[in-house]
């Protein structure tokens, strides 16, 4: 069973700031996701990776496939950037093993 | 946003009720899931279906039953609620995964809190 770790657990900036989040995780993977968890509880996807990097907006997230690490950056960061992030991998077939979230706090 | 509706969205029920979550999705997607969220545990997968009445376990399918008889609903039954299965449930549904970035993405419906006492 896939391990994924997530770091920090929780993060606070101020807005403005550049914020990155960690995901590592113990086997490989066909393909690592990102999700964004509202604090009304809904879940968005927000990127799915098998290599390199890809940029949306002000969120970029990069893969190394090599080291089993991902990392989600948040440029310019705003307070409804307020969220858990988490990571998911996907293994065999369709299922997705989950990370247990980083809590993301931006202040004003 | 992708059609996903769950129901209810509370329910408080007793030990040793069965308990019945709905997941409805207007998108024909193939695969549909049923996940459970705890704190200090996240996300995690309590049954899957990839096609009307082919479904699967998953990592925490003990007390949990589903059914899938069309393609737009999913059923997650627990027979005799415990204290335990108090979480939030998610569903979520996907298209055949066949390659391409879109292909696998999950999509969630809003969420089903439940309590049992």
């Known amino acids: 069973k896939n391990e994924v770790e997530q770091s920090p657990q929780n993060l606070t900036a101020q807005e403005g700031e550049f914020i990155t989040i960690n995901c590592s995780y113990s086997v490989g993977i066909s393909a690592l996701h990102w999700l964004q968890q509202h604090p009304g509880g809904g879940i968005v996807s927000l990127f799915m990776l098998s290599s390199g990097k890809k940029k949306h907006g002000r969120l970029i997230a990069t893969i190394n496939i090599q080291e089993k690490h991902s990392s989600l950056h948040i440029t310019a960061s705003h307070p409804r950037d307020s969220a858990v992030y988490i990571c998911?991998?996907?293994?065999?077939?369709?299922?997705?093993?989950f990370g247990g979230g980083t809590r993301l706090m931006v202040k004003p | 946003d992708a059609g996903i509706t769950q129901s209810p969205r509370h329910k408080v029920t007793e030990t040793g009720t069965p308990v019945t979550l709905r997941c409805h999705q207007t998108e024909n997607h193939r695969y549909m899931y049923w996940y459970r969220q705890d704190p200090g545990h996240g996300l995690r997968l309590i049954h899957y279906?990839?096609?009307?009445?082919?479904?699967d376990k998953g990592e925490v399918s003990d007390g949990y039953s589903v059914s899938r008889s069309k393609t737009e609903d999913f059923l997650l039954t627990l027979e005799s609620a415990t204290s335990s299965q108090t979480s939030v449930y998610f569903c979520?549904?996907?298209?055949?995964?066949?390659?391409?970035?879109?292909?696998?993405?999950?999509?969630f419906g809003p969420g089903t809190r439940l309590t049992v006492l």
């Open positions: 279906s990839y096609g009307v009445k082919d479904t």
């Open positions: 998911a991998v996907r293994e065999a077939g369709n299922m997705l093993t």
């Open positions: 979520a549904i996907s298209e055949v995964p066949s390659g391409g970035d879109q292909a696998d993405t999950q999509y």
